[in-house]
């Protein structure tokens, strides 16, 4: 059964409650986690970590407007991403590349990706909150949330960060692919991206694990 949360429990902008709990607690250094990317036809899966400092009482109006990456303009994501670099404590991107995900499958390459984005931060997190999915065998005390995105402001700067980062990614291998459309479709599955990929097959970068089987049908 799909996990799911009442949507009277999200509030209208990430909030910083999940994090101050913990702060409380003498944890101070608390990561929120985030992918970009999961279900894209090509191009790299994209995760973040953000540590947001404990210490500043105005963080979240100076991080005002911030929030789950899929809700916001790209305008306003590269406008956010360099704020969100500067305020946080520690921050920290990582990427597979598409032949990384044919070869672990999704599952293993989500939890990868975690892993890296972690391992890339300056300091060990005391905790991690990540939004929707666990990291198994971590030794490092984690909360999985349903919609984290949308609750936790930390969660909502690393999904801002990893979607920003992914999406300049994108634009920049349309060039080397402009057949694809990668620069407006991001790698996802649009009408045009498929079709591009039945009239011309799959490039080096797609993942073939996901696009084999757009080669046997016909979109009309």
Same mark, same amino acid.
């Given at each position: 059964?799909?996990?799911?949360?009442?949507?009277?429990?999200?509030?209208?902008?990430?909030?910083?409650?999940?994090?101050?709990?913990?702060?409380? =607690?003498?944890?101070?250094? #608390?990561?929120?986690?985030?992918?970009?990317?999961?279900?894209?036809?090509?191009?790299?899966? &994209?995760?973040?970590? #953000?540590?947001?400092? @404990?210490?500043?009482?105005?963080?979240? =109006?100076?991080?005002?407007?911030?929030?789950?990456?899929?809700?916001? !303009?790209?305008?306003?994501?590269?406008?956010?991403?360099?704020?969100?670099?500067?305020?946080?404590?520690?921050?920290?991107?990582?990427?597979?590349?598409?032949?990384?995900?044919?070869?672990?499958?999704?599952?293993?390459?989500?939890?990868?990706?975690?892993?890296?984005?972690? %391992?890339?931060?300056?300091?060990?997190?005391?905790?991690?909150?990540?939004? &929707?999915?666990?990291?198994?065998?971590?030794?490092?005390? !984690?909360?999985?949330?349903?919609?984290?995105?949308?609750? @936790?402001?930390?969660?909502?700067?690393?999904?801002?960060?990893?979607?920003?980062?992914?999406?300049?990614?994108?634009?920049?291998?349309?060039?080397?692919?402009?057949? &694809?459309?990668?620069?407006?479709?991001?790698?996802?599955?649009?009408?045009?991206?498929?079709?591009?990929?039945?009239?011309?097959?799959?490039? %080096?970068?797609?993942?073939?694990?996901?696009?084999?089987?757009?080669? !046997?049908?016909?979109?009309?």
């Amino acid at each position: 059964m799909a996990r799911s949360i009442d949507p009277a429990l999200i509030p209208p902008w990430p909030t910083l409650e999940f994090e101050t709990a913990l702060w409380l =607690k003498g944890k101070s250094l #608390v990561a929120g986690l985030d992918e970009a990317g999961r279900g894209a036809l090509a191009g790299p899966l &994209y995760a973040a970590a #953000v540590v947001l400092p @404990s210490n500043d009482p105005d963080l979240a =109006k100076k991080l005002f407007g911030v929030r789950d990456s899929k809700q916001l !303009q790209p305008f306003e994501r590269e406008t956010l991403a360099p704020l969100i670099r500067e305020l946080a404590l520690d921050c920290s991107i990582a990427w597979l590349e598409a032949q990384e995900i044919d070869s672990l499958g999704m599952a293993r390459a989500g939890r990868l990706v975690f892993q890296k984005a972690l %391992d890339g931060l300056g300091e060990k997190p005391h905790h991690i909150l990540i939004d &929707y999915f666990k990291i198994p065998n971590l030794d490092i005390e !984690q909360n999985s949330l349903v919609k984290g995105d949308q609750r @936790s402001l930390s969660i909502a700067c690393a999904s801002i960060l990893a979607k920003q980062a992914r999406d300049a990614r994108m634009i920049e291998e349309a060039e080397r692919y402009p057949a &694809y459309g990668l620069a407006e479709n991001k790698g996802y599955g649009s009408q045009e991206h498929i079709h591009a990929i039945q009239s011309l097959g799959l490039t %080096d970068f797609h993942r073939k694990s996901f696009c084999e089987g757009l080669l !046997q049908l016909s979109l009309f």
